[in-house]
């Protein structure tokens, strides 16, 4: 195909675009808000599968305090658990003087002797216990997790397909006299196709990059406050942008270059 071939389709893909200005913003829409429901699912099925796991491989040990032990004692111990490399949080609980406790989070479960032996003898310990916040059968349930999101994300695509053809069919219907005059003069299927390809095109990257604005802004305000309201891991907000971003904008563009074709071809005259 030649260049200017190529120029005279993607002018007049921008006229049909100008010409067909509601009906062309409708379409957008239609393509952010489909693309922002499956991204915002898709980070929502990544993060709890990553925190599943995070619980699964969570350690703890809880060194309760004797009620009358002396600051020198207490400071000790402290300056104990925070020497140890293997250490990756602690903080001190003390709901009650008798329940009083420093919380520690290891790097792995086989990390939890060697901490326990390291300050079993310290002065002014009452009990070390750990704490059994393991769940059971947690690499199942990861499993399964990926599982509904390997069955329900094809089929959100599906239906966001079939979404935006019926969106589609509105931009391309007020046209259908001039397909059939430009069939009548000897264009052929293909010269009548690719106006509206790449249309599709501009109008699947535009509705995919404002819907990965949106899925941006939208997770950033989510991730900030669930920073401030809880110590669990999430995706950072740049995920969004490097790899979401790259995905949502290709899978914007195909499923409307697709739509057009579907719907494009039903007006050509076999």
């Not at 005279?8 to 006229?15: I, M, P, T, V, W």
């Not at 993060?47 to 809880?62: D, F």
């Not at 690719?194 to 941006?216: E, Q, T």
Request: proline share 3%; charged share 15%; aromatic share 12%.
């Amino acid at each position: 195909m030649r260049i200017i071939t190529l120029n005279l389709f993607l002018k007049d893909a921008l006229k049909n675009l100008k010409r067909n200005a509601t009906s062309s913003i409708s379409t957008i829409t239609t393509v952010m808000a489909t693309l922002f429901v499956l991204g915002i699912f898709l980070l929502f099925m990544l993060n709890l599968k990553m925190g599943v796991i995070g619980i699964g491989t969570q350690s703890e040990i809880q060194a309760t305090l004797k009620y009358n032990i002396k600051i020198t004692d207490q400071q000790n111990i402290y300056n104990k658990i925070k020497a140890e490399n293997s250490v990756t949080f602690f903080t001190f609980r003390n709901d009650t003087p008798l329940s009083a406790a420093y919380i520690i989070k290891v790097n792995e479960p086989n990390d939890i002797p060697k901490i326990i032996s390291r300050i079993k003898g310290l002065k002014g310990i009452n009990k070390i216990n750990v704490i059994q916040n393991v769940q059971r059968n947690v690499s199942s349930i990861a499993e399964k997790i990926q599982w509904v999101g390997v069955i329900l994300f094809p089929i959100l695509i599906i239906a966001s397909f079939f979404l935006i053809k019926n969106t589609i069919k509105l931009a391309i219907y007020p046209r259908r006299n001039e397909i059939s005059i430009m069939q009548q003069i000897g264009a052929t299927d293909w010269f009548i196709i690719w106006p509206f390809i790449f249309y599709g095109i501009i109008i699947g990257f535009l509705g995919a990059v404002f819907a990965v604005i949106a899925i941006y802004l939208f997770y950033s305000f989510i991730y900030r406050y669930c920073l401030t309201t809880t110590h669990i891991s999430f995706i950072n907000p740049s995920f969004v942008l490097t790899t979401i971003s790259w995905h949502f904008i290709l899978i914007g563009i195909i499923i409307e270059v697709i739509g057009s074709i579907f719907v494009i071809k039903k007006y050509l005259i076999v």
